[in-house]
């Protein structure tokens, strides 16, 4: 089994014991598309779980409600069958190199270090859970992967006496040699409440500030010296931005997340690469001397000499850039010409021709 990236994306609206959601699904479903493309995540679609609870009937009952948790944690036994594959095969006992974690629903947290995403058959009373954090942190300190990304968009409101449902996967040590990475965000801090909104205002589809500010800096948060998404720039961008998506009413409200919680103990890295240069498109240039004569072709500022035959064939066949280019043949006179990048009327480039 290869070593796949992989990623693990909910979103729960519909909660029968607590007030419903309306952006949590839009959210997950955003994220999912930019995790699963090959400029974002590029985590190949069929190694990344999706769970929303419309993808579930409404139970008669909120105790019957799915998700529960039993249908998330599925996702980590599945990483750990990996693993188990991965070392028989004699790849080591990782799962992958990579994993994405995202969670948007509602959250609640016991502690100011822990958090967690209630599922939707969970009430006031009963605080059914995945402990987000505890199982980004045990897939981190076991080596299941090398990078370890958690994404939260949920309130980290306290409930008196709610406990978090710990991991069942075993406690691992990592392998001494392997280099592990993790980065972590949360849509509010210790005590806040997570905002959504239409978007646009007033009434489009709603989404979490979180995520939508994520999703943004995930494209756009790019080291200028190196054009990649670095975890540097990403965590201050989420930290400047999110509360410019707040109405201006709500950012005097002390319940409301003003910036995210940003856990990044280890020392920068690239999230997202720096997209490759863009291939400039080039144009046939079909070039008629009298055979026998060196011939060079110059760039418009007649300081690069960009290609040279000696003696030059009757015709001579480039590709150039559009521009302004030069022709010298010995014994004539120099020539200017043009490749203005016309095309065919079949979307071909349209060839240049120089005597």
Same mark, same amino acid.
């Given at each position: 089994?290869?070593?796949?990236?992989?990623?693990?994306?909910?979103?729960?609206?519909?909660?029968?014991?607590?007030?419903?959601?309306? $952006?949590?699904?839009?959210?997950?479903?955003?994220?999912?598309?930019?995790? #699963?493309?090959?400029?974002?995540? $590029?985590?190949?679609?069929?190694?990344?779980?999706?769970?929303?609870?419309?993808?579930?009937?409404?139970?008669?009952?909120?105790?019957?409600?799915?998700?529960?948790?039993?249908?998330?944690?599925?996702?980590?036994?599945?990483?750990?069958?990996?693993?188990?594959?991965?070392?028989?095969?004699?790849?080591?006992?990782?799962?992958?190199?990579?994993?994405?974690?995202?969670?948007?629903?509602?959250?609640?947290?016991?502690?100011?270090?822990?958090?967690?995403?209630?599922?939707?058959?969970?009430? %006031?009373?009963?605080?059914?859970?995945?402990?987000?954090?505890?199982?980004?942190?045990?897939?981190?300190?076991?080596?299941?992967?090398?990078?370890?990304?958690?994404?939260?968009?949920?309130?980290?409101?306290?409930?008196?006496?709610?406990?978090?449902?710990?991991?069942?996967?075993?406690?691992?040590?990592?392998?001494?040699?392997?280099?592990?990475?993790?980065?972590?965000?949360?849509?509010?801090?210790?005590?806040?409440?997570?905002?959504?909104?239409?978007?646009?205002?007033?009434?489009?589809?709603?989404? $979490?500030?979180?995520?939508?500010?994520?999703?943004?800096? %995930?494209?756009?948060?790019?080291?200028?010296?190196?054009?990649?998404?670095? #975890?540097?720039?990403?965590?201050?961008?989420?930290?400047?931005?999110?509360?410019?998506?707040?109405?201006?009413?709500?950012?005097?409200?002390?319940?409301?997340?003003?910036?995210?919680?940003?856990?990044?103990?280890?020392?920068?890295?690239?999230?997202?690469?720096?997209?490759?240069?863009?291939?400039?498109?080039?144009?046939?240039?079909?070039?008629?001397?009298?055979? $026998?004569?060196?011939?060079?072709?110059?760039?418009?500022?007649?300081?690069?000499?960009?290609?040279?035959?000696?003696?030059?064939?009757?015709?001579?066949?480039?590709?150039?850039?559009?521009?302004?280019?030069?022709?010298?043949?010995?014994?004539?006179?120099?020539?200017?010409?043009?490749?203005?990048?016309?095309?065919?009327?079949?979307?071909?480039?349209?060839?240049?021709?120089?005597?």
């Amino acid at each position: 089994m290869p070593l796949a990236d992989r990623a693990l994306v909910v979103g729960i609206n519909r909660y029968q014991g607590i007030k419903k959601l309306c $952006g949590a699904e839009n959210d997950a479903q955003n994220f999912f598309n930019w995790v #699963t493309h090959p400029t974002g995540g $590029g985590v190949d679609p069929g190694q990344a779980t999706k769970i929303l609870s419309s993808n579930f009937p409404a139970a008669a009952s909120v105790n019957d409600d799915l998700p529960a948790k039993e249908q998330i944690e599925r996702f980590f036994t599945e990483v750990d069958d990996a693993a188990d594959a991965n070392n028989v095969a004699g790849l080591g006992p990782k799962a992958g190199n990579r994993v994405w974690l995202f969670f948007s629903g509602h959250g609640f947290a016991p502690a100011l270090d822990t958090s967690g995403v209630l599922m939707a058959n969970a009430t %006031l009373k009963r605080i059914h859970n995945i402990a987000a954090m505890l199982w980004a942190n045990r897939l981190y300190e076991g080596g299941w992967f090398d990078d370890v990304f958690l994404f939260q968009d949920a309130c980290r409101n306290r409930i008196p006496n709610g406990d978090l449902t710990p991991p069942f996967l075993r406690k691992r040590q990592a392998p001494r040699n392997q280099q592990r990475r993790r980065f972590y965000a949360f849509s509010a801090k210790d005590q806040k409440l997570s905002v959504e909104l239409p978007f646009p205002p007033p009434n489009g589809e709603k989404h $979490g500030i979180f995520t939508r500010t994520l999703l943004q800096g %995930l494209r756009d948060a790019r080291d200028p010296r190196t054009g990649a998404v670095t #975890t540097t720039q990403l965590k201050a961008y989420l930290q400047a931005n999110m509360k410019n998506l707040l109405p201006e009413a709500d950012k005097e409200n002390d319940d409301f997340a003003q910036a995210p919680e940003v856990f990044d103990p280890d020392p920068p890295f690239d999230i997202v690469a720096a997209p490759a240069a863009p291939q400039v498109p080039q144009f046939p240039v079909r070039i008629f001397t009298a055979a $026998g004569r060196a011939a060079r072709v110059m760039d418009g500022t007649l300081a690069n000499e960009l290609a040279s035959e000696n003696p030059a064939p009757a015709e001579w066949v480039l590709r150039l850039q559009r521009g302004l280019y030069k022709l010298l043949v010995e014994g004539a006179d120099a020539r200017l010409f043009e490749v203005a990048g016309a095309l065919e009327p079949d979307g071909s480039p349209r060839e240049i021709q120089v005597r």
